[in-house]
DNA sequence: ATCCCGCATCGACTGTTGTCAATATCGACG
DNA sequence: CGTCGATATTGACAACAGTCGATGCGGGAT
């Protein structure tokens, strides 16, 4: 067995499980998974941290962020943040990049096109 | 003192002050007030039942329902109805209308374009 | 007036979530 | 290889949110 098949799944975000199930969440009734899906995708924006992390990573140079940045402006304490940041993560709106010791997040500006499009803009 | 004063506040709902506050969460840093006003709308809509009951609502010939129509499809017990509608009440993404003993829930398109140019769209 | 029906509110319970301190992991650099 | 710095994970705890049964309220109809 290779190795591939141990990690093979990169765990599918709750934005990419939302553009394969929810095209336009306003135009038709939507089904009970369908609302499971998407909900987990506005409930990762529903928190006023989570928020301004993903504001201040999309308004930083490059759309990204290393924690190190995000702590002392933020305000909260470091595995906190972290938290919250992997909160992001699966729902697919920021993408993560290990670099040296750090870790980049960055802003996934398809979550963002991804939600527009399911409130039917 | 007129009653109007006794009651004379609509209550602003969440949307009205993103509105006011939030132009562009993702153009540059927001504040802590501002993620706290914005995170109350996608908190609205980080519930399943909420997705549902608003797509359904939207799906609706007129863009709106009375309660009665919304309990059976989804499932739950009519308080628990009323509590989700009213959630979605106060965040500014339905507007109610009593008419005879029926209550209609509509949606507020505006909330919908509010969000999507708060996101940047 | 009274009864009934639709809806809202209350009280209680349970599961979830945000937070932090402590600890583990992981990579870089001597 | 051992230490150090940056992140992630764990465990615990308080606060919050979703759910329901019971109850309250208000408008029609008899």
Partial sequence: MSTDTLQP???ATSIEEMQACCPDILGEAISEDEAIVAARVFKALGDPTRLRLLSMIAASEGQEACVCDLIEPVGLAQPTVSHHLKVLLEAGLVARERRGS???YR?????VT???RALGA
Same sequence: chains 1, 2.
Avoid: D, N
């Fill in 9 to 11: 799944l990169p765990m």
């Fill in 102 to 104: 750090w870790a980049y």
């Fill in 107 to 111: 802003l996934r500006p398809e979550a």
């Fill in 114 to 116: 991804a939600i527009t």
